[in-house]
């Protein structure tokens, strides 16, 4: 029984040393596939291919019986390309290997796949979407009939060499499996890789079909737009040829009546430019009110508001308060209660026209009486912000006395930081625009603007109502000039000025932009500020009595005194700037 099994052993060695060593694969080309074969034996091989084809076609070949020559490493077997590049292809074959002019065929079946497969058979399966670039499949497989021709020869083999023969068999199947396992593990990772490689081709694909779609929308409201246009253009044309059509019909009538001619053609020339007018300011019109409807509700404010100017002078107030709140997004329901009010008093003094003279005197008479309260208002605010100015001078004159005595009691025990040097500014870009000190997204409320009247006479300032710890961000890229930031406290006497946190930052056209009631900043002097960099966080130090964040810039006159001026902001969305008024709530949206 052991002779046996010993026997039959090296019968399947020798039979499967006689096996013909074709190493059959196929590689991606633009157009599909090309099948190659390697033949390791040193005679030719006759190689008989069957093709099952999805959405494939062979290219040129006509004949399935190939021969690969001897040592042959990458021969040609045939080219497959695409019937349709836009869906998916795939592809199944089989072969029969054997020696050229021989019997003996070795029977092989392979299946293109890129799907990963646990199954320890020779044959293999998949479908492919987007081909891969390469892979290989090597066909080792016994004939029968060599098997059964060789039999008798192995009858034959010296029993003394039978255990030597075994164990190098042993070790060669040995060897082979383990190249069969990493043959495996790495078909196994190049099907992964190819499956990956067609999942990022599909999303590709996808990508590029939406944005075809995209351009052609785009395309076709181009189209519409420029059909709009014409239509546009053809009643101007009919305008202009109705007006021809008038003029020669003034001529007509100017040559029948020889008597009114000159006063005829005068009349006519007048009411066609009249008429030519009215149509060019009606056009201009209602272009205006397309493009800048905000300016032309300013516009409309304004003539009404001069038509009352001399018997309603409250109501003036009241248009000039409504224009200004036109031009802010927020604020939309205010203007129009502002237009609705204007409309009410509009009404009521066409009603009361008979009594127009008297209700002007009483008009008159009632701004007398607001202006003189107001004046004597005024006149008690700034008496009081004067006293508390001149307590908040006393208390910085001792702030800067006790300041001096300590420097000259030891510069040696606490060192000094003196304030930087600030250059007169030359001519200073006045139309730049800023961005709102805050992050995108955020809105507030302005409780003090230019000319306050608690702590901004004479200064061009604003104060933002800021919630302590909100960011505050460059308005402007500058470099950083100044920095306090050890004070804590803050009080809404003037006294408490001497307390408060800020940064200065001085721009490229020498102007400079003050931040300040910070709680902390988050730069040092010397520092390049980008725009829209986060700087600091507000706080509620220095001369305020909420949390707030206060914003000026100022130049350096030619006495070194310094002069704040006012700003443009860019609001809402970023698609309009203007100046900021007191009251007013602002939404950064860019």
Request: charged share 35%.
């Amino acid at each position: 029984m052991k002779k046996s099994i010993v026997l039959l052993f090296v019968l399947f060695s020798v039979v499967l040393y006689a096996a013909p060593k074709v190493n059959v694969f196929y590689e991606y080309t633009p157009s599909g596939y090309t099948l190659f074969a390697a033949n390791d034996e040193s005679f030719p091989v006759e190689v008989l291919l069957k093709l099952d084809l999805n959405n494939l076609k062979v290219a040129g070949q006509t004949e399935n019986i190939l021969v690969v020559p001897p040592n042959s490493i990458k021969f040609k077997l045939v080219d497959l390309v695409a019937v349709s590049r836009l869906r998916g292809y795939s592809f199944d074959f089989t072969f029969e290997a054997k020696k050229a002019g021989s019997d003996t065929v070795s029977q092989n079946s392979i299946t293109v796949t890129t799907e990963k497969d646990n199954s320890a058979t020779t044959s293999q399966k998949a479908i492919i979407s987007n081909p891969p670039e390469k892979k290989s499949v090597v066909i080792s497989n016994i004939s029968q009939e060599i098997i059964e021709k060789q039999r008798s020869k192995v009858l034959t083999v010296d029993k003394n060499n039978l255990n030597g023969e075994r164990e190098i068999r042993l070790a060669e199947e040995k060897k082979e499996a383990e190249q069969a396992k990493l043959e495996k593990n790495r078909l196994a990772e190049e099907a992964k890789k190819e499956t990956e490689k067609m999942e990022a081709a599909k999303i590709a694909e996808e990508k590029r079909l939406l944005e075809e779609v995209k351009n052609a929308e785009a395309d076709a409201a181009k189209l519409e737009e420029s059909k709009r246009a014409a239509a546009q253009q053809e009643i101007i044309e009919a305008n202009l040829q109705e007006e021809k059509r008038k003029a020669e019909d003034a001529r007509i009538a100017e040559e029948a009546s020889v008597a009114e001619a000159n006063r005829l053609a005068q009349q006519a020339e007048a009411e066609a430019e009249r008429v030519a007018e009215e149509k060019r300011m009606a056009e201009e019109k209602r272009l205006l009110e397309e493009a800048r409807l905000s300016e032309q509700a300013r516009i409309a404010e304004e003539k009404k508001a001069t038509e009352l100017a001399s018997k309603l002078e409250e109501e003036k107030r009241l248009a000039e308060a409504a224009k200004l709140a036109a031009e802010q997004e927020i604020i939309e329901a205010n203007l129009q209660e502002e237009k609705r009010k204007a409309e009410e008093v509009r009404i009521a003094e066409e009603v009361r026209l008979a009594e127009a003279t008297r209700l002007a005197q009483q008009a008159e008479a009632e701004v007398e009486r607001v202006a003189n309260e107001k004046r004597l208002a005024e006149v008690a605010k700034i008496a009081a912000e004067k006293r508390l100015l001149e307590e908040a001078k006393l208390v910085e004159k001792k702030r800067l006395a006790d300041a001096a005595k300590i420097a000259t009691i030891s510069t040696q025990e606490k060192s000094i930081d003196l304030k930087p040097v600030y250059k007169v500014t030359g001519k200073y870009d006045a139309a730049f625009v800023y961005n709102l000190p805050f992050k995108k997204g955020e809105i507030y409320n302005i409780i003090q603007g230019y000319q306050g009247t608690v702590s901004h006479q004479d200064k061009f300032a604003l104060d933002f109502l800021m919630p302590e710890n909100s960011e505050v961000h460059a308005a402007r890229a500058g470099v950083v000039m100044e920095v306090v930031n050890s004070n804590t406290k803050g009080c809404g006497a003037a006294r408490c000025a001497q307390y408060d946190n800020y940064i200065v930052i001085v721009h490229d056209d020498g102007s400079y932009a003050k931040y300040a009631h910070l709680k902390k900043s988050t730069v040092s002097k010397g520092d390049s500020i980008k725009k829209d960099q986060l700087i600091a966080y507000s706080g509620n130090t220095g001369w305020t009595v909420d949390p707030s964040l206060h914003f000026e810039v100022f130049v350096i006159k030619e006495d070194d005194t310094e002069r704040t001026v006012k700003t443009n902001f860019l609001q809402g969305d970023g698609n309009n700037f203007g100046i900021l008024s007191e009251k007013i709530y602002y939404k950064r949206g860019y």
